[in-house]
Structure formats: structure tokens, C-alpha cells
């Protein structure tokens, strides 16, 4: 199953009026629609505008309106860090603030190579009572943090602002149970302690010295409480493997029970290496029955209203498919979609549908190119995210009989 991050798109102007996977030059998924069932695919319902990982436990088959409690955790298991039952997740920036605390740069400057050092040092320092706190860095200016604790409630607001120019936002039980005050509290107090700590770093006296915004604060989003979710083994009795450079979507396949080994290369931005990600792959699929590939780019440049970085996304999309179709024996189920549209003149998610293709080799084709406009006609017709899994396990033979 290959998912492209943010895959479908609308018509541009900037492309002629065209869709970036129409505008791309895409022979392999040309090919492979050619001998495919095409459909469309609302990730979670339509009308519903999904983050990623609301989306991609819907195309698992695990209802996010049961399942989902908020991407903290998933970003934490990610970012490898062992959760257990009752732990709050948390995503973080690290973050540039005043004197006042206002935010003056909501990424510490984006580019902080410092970043891996300065999570390790919180990690090993950031103390507070009756709780503990771990943290871990994932990409960038980004981390996970998780505290863990008896009675903890995720039911808490963030600290980041969202924006520059306003002040870290002190955290508040958003429901009026005992946990989630105290929750609350203990988010403060890690904050507090965090901004103490940073503030005095030696790598951030060097920032300043060479004019670079110090990353003396953080950020806190998307609480979420850790519980266990169904994996693909007992859903679908299927050893299940994953490659992702994402935290958060290797977070989700890791919850789902799929092995998420960390591949050299595979970074979840444009300059992923695709060679590395298809073998990989293909490696994966001798102990496995089901492997899960995805790619990342695509939704960047959506996000950064790139119509022509999309356009090579979908290319480099294009190659990836095809490199793995070169390893497969051809016995395979293939799936080809995305996780949901980041229409380039939009810049954010769309509930629009996207574009499936479902390759077995006793199916006949019907599509023409692999394009939102094309895969509108097909045969799968429109599905849910969550009827997706069990199309997939039809066409490998793998449905038990409904009734007798
Ligand atoms: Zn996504
Ligand atoms: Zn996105």
C-alpha cells in the first residue's frame, strides 16, 4: 500500500488548469492504471477534513472517531519512545521567546542543529514533582514529550500560541476533572522548567554570539492520552511492516502493530531516498504480508503552495512506485493512494476525495492515467478510508465468508 501525503489537488491556474498529477509525467502509475481498478476514496467520510493521522488509521480500518485521542502520542511512539497506558503525549517546538515570554520565532529559527543535544540535555534535567518527564527529538526544531504519571488527564490546552507575536500560551484543563488540572499544572511546570533550563545553555549563549534566535523555550501541541490500539494481526491476521520517515505516521503504524524499522535515507522530506525506500520495501515483503509505504513530499509542497515542487513530488512519487513494482513476483495486492488532498492553492487539507488504484493480476483495468478527473469514473466506485482495508483483502483472497 503506497500512501502519498496530501496527494490529491484541485485544478491550478499556475498549472494551466490542470491537477499536479495531471501536469506530472507519471509512465509507472500510467502503466499500472492501465491494469488496475480505479476508484476514489474519502480517507475518513466525506466532508470530513483529515490530519494525517486521523486519515491514515482510517485507511488502516480503525475508526479515529473511536480510536483517535489526539496525534501527541502517536508523534511520541514515533519518535521512539516506549509509551504506556495512561502516559500524555505531547508534539513540541523548540521555540525562540522574550523576556516577556512573547514568541518571537515559533521554530528557534527553523534551522537548529543543535536541536538532537538540547533534547537530550532536557530529557536528562527536566524535572518535576510527582510526575516523569521523557522527551525526544524528531525532526528538526521538533520533539515528542510524554509525562507520565498516575490520574493524568489529556483534556489540556496547548502552550503554543500557533503564532508569532503572542505570548506562550499558559496550559488549561479544557474539561473540570481533577486530572486534567493537574495535568495542566504539571504542563506549566514543565514549561517553566524547560525555559529555565534552555535559557542558561551554552549552545544557546554560542546562538546568540553568532546572532542566531536561541531556542530557550518550548512549545507544546496536541495532547493526546496513550491507550493501546488493535493491530493489523488480530484485525486482519496479517504480519503488517511500514516505511516512513514521518514520527507521526511511523507513530501510527507502530500502534497498529507494524515493524517501523528506521531506514537510512528515508528522511519524510523531498530529499527522502526513494532507492533505499524501495528496497526496503521489498525487503520487508519477504517476512511480511503486508507493507506500507509512504511519502511524505507530496503534502510539503501542497502546504507550501508549490505547484511545480508537487508536480516533481508526484514524479518522484512516480519513480518510487515503480522501482518497487520492478522487485514485486506479481502475486501482489497493490494499492496506490493518498492520505488526503493539500490542494495547492489552498495550502492547508481538503475533504476532497483522492485518487485510488487497486492492482491485483486477475483484475481488468479500467483506468487511463492515475489523476483525481480519472479516477473518478472507476470501477471501486467512491469508498470510505475504512472500507479500503477489506477491498485490499478481497482481492488477495483473504475474506472470510459472510454467512453461509
Ligand atoms: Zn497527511
Ligand atoms: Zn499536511
Known sequence: MFVSDGLGDRPSARLDRRTPLQAASTPNL???ARESMIGSLYPVAPGVTPGSDTAHLSLFGLDPYVYYKGRGPFEAVGAGLDL???DVAFRGNFATVDDNVKVVDRRAGRSLPEARQLADYLAANLKVDGAHVLLKSTTEHRFALVIRGTGLDASVSDTDPHRAGERLAVCKPTSQTEAAVRTAQLVNQVTQRAHELLS??????????KGLPPANSILLRGAGKYTRLPGFGSLYGLRAAAVTGTAMVRGVCCMVGMDSPRVPGVTGDKNTDITAKASAAL????EHDFVFVHFKATDSAGHDRDPEGKVEMVEKLDELVGRVLDG????????VTGDHSTPVDIGEHTADPVPLLVHAQDVYGDGERFTEAGSAFGRLGRLNGSQLMPVLMNQA???RKFGE
Open 200 to 209: 542558561s545553555h551554552p549552545l544557546n549563549s554560542e546562538r546568540i554570539q
Open 397 to 399: 483472497n483473504r475474506i
Open 283 to 286: 525487503s520487508l515483503l519477504i
Open 328 to 335: 514485486l513476483r506479481g502475486d501482489e495486492v497493490v494499492c
Open 30 to 32: 500510467d502503466e499500472i
Open 84 to 86: 504506556s497506558e495512561g
